[in-house]
């Protein structure tokens, strides 16, 4: 096994919402019941509610377009014999890249099953928390098998 052969070479990404046809059919959904109750509540005399109906679809969209540029951000996480390098790529923003030695990383996951437990990569007073978008289990899954990937690197 040479220095250069990656032990593990990972790249996690956040679950994707849906996809991008389904998300204008449920924009256009709830835009014709929101037009229905606007248009029956300006036949009553009641028109001031109808902006805040456009409004209610409108922030609808925005939350919607933010989930998916939200869903492009990833973390490529490669070990080989002699490095740990984390790739960061934000929805928005610069990437960044993060590289410790493999012999002194110590992975901290509390696997209690709990949603909120964190997955932390610590070496001599840094530390790096990696798959916060994670689903619990996804996160357990990468902890296990990136605790062996580092047995291996350490010829353990």
């Known amino acids: 096994m040479s220095e250069e052969h990656p032990l593990l070479d990972a790249t996690l990404r956040p679950n994707p919402p849906m996809s991008p046809r389904a998300l204008k059919i449920v924009l256009i959904v709830v835009a ?14 009641a028109w001031p509610i109808a902006p805040f109906m456009g409004l209610d679809v409108a922030l609808l ?16 996480i490669t070990l080989t014999v002699s490095n740990l390098r984390i790739a960061r790529h934000p929805a928005r923003g610069h990437p960044s890249e993060i590289a410790l030695n ?8 509390p696997d209690t099953g709990l949603p909120g ?10 530390s790096v928390q990696i798959g916060g978008f994670l689903g ?17 690197a350490r010829g353990g």
């Open 61 to 76: 969209a925005w939350a919607l377009r933010e989930s998916r540029i939200a869903a492009r951000a990833f973390e490529r």
């Open 117 to 126: 437990a964190r997955l932390w990569l610590r070496s001599h007073g840094k």
């Open 102 to 109: 493999p012999y002194w990383v110590r992975v901290d996951f």
């Open 136 to 152: 619990a289990e996804q996160r357990s899954a990468f902890a296990a098998a990136l605790k062996s990937a580092l047995r291996a």
């Open 32 to 45: 014709a019941i929101n037009l229905i109750f606007a248009l029956s509540f300006v036949a009553q005399g």
